[in-house]
Each structure stands twice: as structure tokens, then as C-alpha cells.
């Protein structure tokens, strides 16, 4: 097995408590930062594939699988869509993709990317601060952990492809330490409170 198809294992492997949780109610992933990230991931792969990617597109490829399942059951079990944030956030993201997608500078595509991503998370960080038992640190871990293999995987000094996989996994593991800081905070305050 090589490393990009461990790191797609790895982002399928890693999904599954998140969505076992979705299904049982307890996670309620925010709609806009999943649409988001489907339309980023597809797009992403495409341009992956047509930049010469060969190994390190399996990161991706199992990135947008998770974040489609993700996405779809967010619909059912999901949070927002249709709040001011929500929607200037699919707004900047939206015009962050066209600016990528309409680009042939490749820094436009990557600021473009970039912008597009973190905008979409922006709904998800604000959610885990202010209830963080509607997110799992684990699935951002695990994904923190898959786009580091994926940014190995690339095996050479391309800007292009590695600039995506380092963003993941620093995005990733940023939005696991929100989720666990804010969940110990709320049972620090809930045992404080019981005193």
C-alpha cells in the first residue's frame, strides 16, 4: 500500500465515528462548511489530476468522499444553511471558487482555495465554540493526520500540490484543539458549577 492510498484509508477509517455520530444525532455538522468543502475537494481532485498528481490524489479522492457523505447527511442531521454567516460565507466562498476556477495563475488558484476553505470553516469554528458536543475532535484529527500523509505522498517540491494538503492539515488540526478546548471548558464550568 502506498502512502496516498493509506492516507485514503486513513480519511474513510477516520469518518466513521463522525458519521455513526451524525446518524445517532449527536453530531450535528454545519451545512454550509460541508457544501463548501464537496464543491472545493471535486474541484481540487480535477486540478490534482490535471497538474500530474499520482499518488498524493488519493488523499483528496477519500477527502471528498467523506465530506459528500458528510455533506448529504448534514441535510438530514445538520446545522444552518440559511443564516446572515451562512450565507456571506457561501457568498466569499463562492466567488474565492470562481477566482480559482477562471484563474490560470496558479497563486489565484491557491489564494482562491484557500480563502474558499477557510471561509467555509468560519460557521464550524463558531458552532464547536458554542456548542462543542455537536462536533468530534477525532474526525479532525484523523483528517489532520491523512493530509500529512497526503503532503508526503506528493514526494517532490510542487507548490501547487502541496500547498493544499498543508492547509488541511493545519486547518484540521486547529479545529480539533477548538473542539477539545471548548468541550473541557464546558465540563470544567459544569463541575465548578456542581461544587
Not at 88 to 103: I, N, Q, R, T
Not at 129 to 136: A, F, G, I, K
Amino acid at each position: 500500500m502506498t502512502l496516498g492510498e493509506f492516507s485514503f484509508a486513513l480519511s474513510i477509517v477516520g469518518a466513521l465515528p463522525y458519521i455513526w455520530q451524525i446518524i445517532r444525532g449527536g453530531v450535528r455538522p454545519e451545512r454550509t462548511t460541508w457544501f463548501v468543502w464537496t464543491l472545493i475537494l471535486a474541484l481540487a481532485v480535477w486540478s490534482y489530476e490535471a497538474s500530474g498528481a499520482n499518488d498524493s490524489v488519493w488523499f483528496l479522492v477519500g477527502d471528498l468522499v467523506v465530506t459528500s457523505v458528510i455533506f448529504l447527511l448534514s441535510l438530514w442531521r445538520g446545522r444552518g444553511g440559511w443564516t446572515r454567516l451562512d450565507i456571506s460565507c457561501l457568498a466569499v466562498a463562492g466567488l474565492s471558487l470562481l477566482l480559482w476556477e477562471m484563474s490560470h495563475i496558479s497563486l489565484f488558484t491557491v489564494w482562491g482555495t484557500l480563502l474558499a476553505d477557510a471561509v467555509a470553516l468560519v460557521p464550524t469554528i463558531i458552532k464547536s465554540l458554542r456548542d462543542p458536543d455537536t462536533e468530534s475532535a477525532s474526525t479532525y484529527l484523523f483528517s489532520s493526520v491523512a493530509a500529512l500523509c497526503g503532503f508526503v505522498a506528493v514526494g517532490q517540491w510542487n507548490f501547487t500540490l502541496l500547498f493544499y494538503p498543508a492547509y488541511l492539515f493545519l486547518a484540521n488540526f486547529i479545529t480539533a484543539l477548538v473542539v477539545m478546548v471548548s468541550k473541557y471548558q464546558v465540563s470544567r464550568l459544569t463541575t465548578l458549577e456542581k461544587s
